[in-house]
């Protein structure tokens, strides 16, 4: 299943797969005291297979026309499009989709599905406050990304609660990257594995001083925060959105009480190296 990486959590099996990389200055982060530089990071989303039931977590970027992200494509890079040539698993096989946020890095993936829409049968799952917020800037959208709008008012559900539980998924409201970002949990036997969308796009994030873009920066800080101590607790492991090697990690602590991060195994794939 090259390049997807695999993470095993009886009795569930959750897939990395990068569709490609995107560069970005970070002066957009608008950081004070400190200087802006270039930084490439990878685009990932997640397959789940649950039981009989296989689940993507977010949809990659896919092949929208964008001019946010420069973007740059490897021979390894699998676009959700084409995921049944890597996996066997075509769109007609989904159970349903979870969007952590609307970011066309996280549903781009989508503008490559609508000319099979006849095959597209399942259920995408976005947070009301998510939908309602890209509903009313919509007018200012793309045109590429309007056409995905209009393709997901046929399929979305919205989600209003705060935390809710289904199909031995836990999906919960966290806002700051966004006003409608959503984490998502698997609760296997022994370990928890979590999907924090951009809360937590890569290893280096957990780090107080290093955020992410945020909508509401103050809210961003209190939930990775939040995040961050319940998965040290609990040692669950992290899918990451944007990490460009480290697609899975487990957290744990130091003796001066800072965080170690422990890569899983598998998950390193330096072949794909972005530069």
């Not at 000319?115 to 998510?130: L, S």
Request: proline share 5%; hydrophobic share 35%; glycine share 6%.
């Amino acid at each position: 299943m090259e390049p997807i990486s695999i993470c095993d959590l009886f009795p569930f099996s959750v897939f990395n797969i990068t569709d490609g990389f995107f560069s970005f200055n970070t002066k957009i982060l608008k950081l004070k005291k400190r200087p802006s530089r270039i930084v490439t990071l990878s685009v990932n989303y997640h397959l789940v297979k649950n039981g009989n039931e296989i689940w993507l977590l977010d949809c990659g970027i896919g092949s929208v026309p964008t001019e946010s992200f420069k973007r740059r494509k490897k021979p390894t890079a699998v676009p959700v499009d084409l995921l049944y040539h890597q996996t066997g698993i075509g769109i007609k096989d989904l159970s349903g989709i979870i969007i952590s946020h609307m970011h066309e890095d996280h549903i781009g993936g989508f503008y490559s599905l609508m000319n099979r829409e006849h095959a597209f049968k399942c259920p995408v799952f976005i947070h009301e406050k998510e939908w309602i917020f890209r509903k009313e800037r919509y007018s200012k959208m793309t045109d590429p990304l309007k056409k995905i709008m209009n393709f997901l008012e046929r399929h979305v559900c919205l989600i209003s609660e705060d935390r809710i539980k289904f199909n031995n998924f836990e999906v919960q409201w966290t806002g700051g990257h966004t006003p409608g970002h959503m984490i998502v949990l698997l609760h296997g036997k022994k370990r928890t594995f979590c999907y924090p969308g951009d809360l937590l796009p890569t290893s280096s994030h957990l780090r107080p001083e290093r955020i992410a873009y945020a909508w509401d920066r103050q809210k961003y800080r209190i939930e990775k925060e939040r995040l961050i101590n319940r998965a040290l607790e609990e040692k669950w492991i992290i899918g990451f959105s944007h990490a460009p090697y480290m697609k899975f990690t487990i957290l744990d602590k130091s003796e001066e009480n800072g965080y170690i991060v422990c890569q899983t195994k598998m998950q390193e794939t330096r072949n794909e190296n972005p530069s």
